[in-house]
């Protein structure tokens, strides 16, 4: 990439000596974090004031440390000196992806990539200069740990010319090899992805993304602007990553920290709502499609408050030598405007207390002027009082709700009449009953049954803001849990119809996004690919066409890449075909996933191992050749892909050709077809 004009090598020199300097004022400034720590310890404050600054030192330290290795700039833009813009003309700036200065009162050296003024370096064009004369990226060699001789080139954009050849080292970077987990898209941000990054944190936003459109990444640099803009609210509130599973979280755990944020909580919306017991049991599918089905939400607010009742007895609650009494009806209003009110179950049933008490306080007051809090505090545990309360709003839990409706025909029959039919009824039904709820046996659909129970007896806590990424295979029952946790908060919602894989999985984002309590969200398609080249995306189209998802086509920018499809005459074949395929795939860089059904999984690992191959699993980033069952591909990325026998893909599920898809558009650079069958497209 270093070009041979002497300007631009004695630039490139300049440019390495500059990275001395910054990586120079880095260390400086790692060290002087470390010596804050010492100096807090030392401040004179209350003990709290003391522990607040004493955390927040510690803390800015122990982030400092643990910045990743990398170089500290990849880009920097020149702005013209007759822009119009007071503030920046005839200013230069690097960035990258942390602020580095040698004394905060001083100009930073190298500019944070979320900073208002590196919108300029995402954005400025022929069109909409922005004030920018020249846009500078610089090429680095790859996995470099930020060692200045690894800045290996840079190329100049002259923002006002009207045409300008594509750049190499952005193309270079896009299309490098993806060997590992996840890498930050920081200097490949193309402007549509940009302007979702920066949206407002009280936005909403759904993006439509077509395979290889960096829908991810976006939702990933999102949360690190965001985290970014508004630290002191997003922390507060939280800023929670939710991903289909665990293998995919790994594959994308090191990209916040490389964009200099540590401790983001990341987690599956299994995880979120699974912490209250272990899946122990399975469904089968026509049961778990009932579970999840939104109507479940009413038949469980049905079975909870209809263990709500109405005392026929007046309540008497003895005060020393005094009995106070109030009548029949008295309570019953009181719990039936409670009911109207709608609070959450265990609310309204400190509501009931409060009000019942709030009357005998009256009649007290009355009689004998004000009381005091004791006294109040007083009735309010008084046993007439709690058995009261414990009669008419019993103290409930969501293991009891979900087991008494499961395991009771008549209990689920009552909650469900004009909701379920007979069918469906039958369908949830557990075939052997526990004894009570503490001996059951938890299916995965049970615990979004249970947390839509826990949910209607009190709030969970909420997030700032939530990234839910793969949105598309969530059901109706799961997207209220993760509303549940947004309530005062934002999403970013990220999905792609057509990857949809679940029996429940929305053929349109307007059936999906009012579960998620967010229906007038804005949807954004992306469907523009750097990475997946666009042999491969136009055998993906072919497929969507029989998809039955509200999506357009994607179209890909990269004219390389490579499709080979591979028919043997019959299935013993296949084994030696990928085997075949994989060798050759290794004379190539980067790394190589074999895609099977998951029943074929352990005979494909047996005939590549049985060739001297020693593939890995899934979990194990960094492998050159991994094995990968189809339904733990969704999100992972290969440079060369090795697609077995698609038919039975295809077969595997009812959506067995949402799958396919997926399968399919894995590979970034070559995709090899194995298969005996005719293919199912």
């Known amino acids: 990439m270093t070009s041979p004009d002497p300007a631009l090598h004695h630039a490139l020199t300049r440019e390495r000596a500059y990275h001395d300097t910054c990586r120079t004022a880095l260390a400086a400034m790692v060290e002087g974090a470390d010596e804050h720590v010492i100096t807090g310890e030392d401040v004179s404050a209350s003990g709290a004031d003391a522990e607040v600054l004493g955390h927040r030192l510690r803390s800015r330290a122990k982030h400092m440390r643990e910045l990743p290795e990398g170089p500290l700039f990849f880009g920097r833009l020149d702005f013209a000196p007759d822009s119009g813009d007071r503030e920046h003309a005839g200013q230069s700036y690097h960035l990258g992806r942390l602020r580095i200065t040698e004394h905060p009162a001083a100009p930073p050296l190298v500019v944070d990539w979320r900073a208002p003024v590196s919108r300029a370096f995402y954005q400025a064009s022929a069109r909409a200069p922005q004030g920018v004369a020249v846009r500078r990226r610089f090429g680095w060699a790859p996995g470099s740990r930020g060692d200045t001789a690894d800045l290996t080139g840079l190329e100049d954009e002259h923002i006002g010319a009207e045409q300008h050849a594509p750049s190499r080292i952005l193309t ?85 920290p490389a964009l200099g944020e540590t401790g983001v909580r990341q987690s599956t919306v299994a995880d979120e709502i699974g912490a209250r017991h272990r899946v122990t049991a399975v469904d089968d599918e026509r049961t778990a499609v009932v579970k999840h089905d939104p109507r479940m939400a009413e038949v469980l607010r049905r079975a909870l408050y209809g263990r709500i009742g109405t005392a026929a007895d007046s309540l008497t609650v003895p005060d020393g030598s005094y009995r106070w009494r109030v009548p029949a009806d008295a309570l019953a209003r009181i719990v039936e405007d409670v009911r109207t009110e709608q609070p959450p179950y265990a609310v309204g049933r400190e509501r009931v207390r409060t009000r019942v008490v709030g009357r005998i306080q009256a009649q007290a007051e009355r009689r004998a002027g004000p009381r005091t809090h004791a006294w109040v505090r007083k009735i309010e545990r008084a046993r007439p009082v709690s058995a009261y309360v414990d009669a008419v709003w019993p103290r409930v839990r969501a293991e009891e709700v979900v087991a008494g409706l499961l395991a009771d025909p008549d209990a689920l029959a009552a909650a469900a009449e004009g909701v379920l039919d007979a069918d469906e009824q039958r369908a949830l039904l557990w075939t052997g009953p526990p004894r009570s709820y503490r001996s059951a046996r938890w299916s995965a659909a049970d615990l979004v049954l249970l947390d839509e129970v826990a949910g209607l007896i009190e709030h969970p806590e909420g997030y700032g803001h939530l990234v839910v990424d793969e949105a598309q295979d969530l059901s109706p029952m799961e997207c209220r849990a993760i509303a549940r946790r947004a309530v005062f908060g934002s999403l970013t919602v990220l999905g792609d119809l057509a990857q949809g894989t679940t029996p429940w999985a929305a053929r349109d984002w307007s059936e999906l996004l009012p579960h998620l309590g967010r229906p007038d969200a804005h949807v954004v398609p992306l469907t523009t690919g750097f990475r997946v080249p666009e042999a491969v995306v136009g055998l993906a189209n072919r497929l969507l066409e029989r998809l039955d998802v509200a999506v357009p086509a994607a179209r890909s920018l990269r004219r390389d890449g490579e499709l080979r499809m591979r028919r043997v005459g019959e299935a013993a074949e296949v084994a030696a075909a990928v085997a075949e395929a994989v060798r050759e795939a290794l004379a190539h860089e980067g790394s190589v996933g074999v895609i099977a059904a998951d029943a074929d999984v352990a005979a494909v690992r047996e005939a590549l191992s049985c060739a001297g191959l020693e593939p890995a699993g899934p979990d194990r980033l960094g492998a050159r050749v991994t094995v990968v069952p189809a339904t733990v591909a969704k999100g992972l990325e290969y440079d060369h892909v090795v697609a077995v026998e698609p038919a039975a893909i295809a077969e595997a599920e009812s959506r067995g050709l949402h799958r396919l898809y997926v399968v399919l558009t894995r590979a970034v650079s070559r995709l090899d077809v194995v298969h005996a069958r005719p293919l199912p497209w």
Do not use: W
């Open 172 to 256: 270079h970077e896009i299309e490098r090899p993806r060997l590992g987990p996840m890498r930050d898209i920081a200097a490949t941000i193309q402007p549509e992805q940009d302007d979702l990054v920066r949206a407002d944190l009280a936005t909403s936003v759904c993006v439509q993304g077509a395979p290889g459109t960096g829908k991810t990444a976006v939702g990933l640099h999102r949360a690190a602007y965001l985290l970014y803009t508004h630290p002191q609210r997003i922390r507060r509130g939280g800023l929670l990553i939710l991903g289909p599973n665990r293998t995919f979280l790994s594959y994308i755990a090191e990209v916040l």
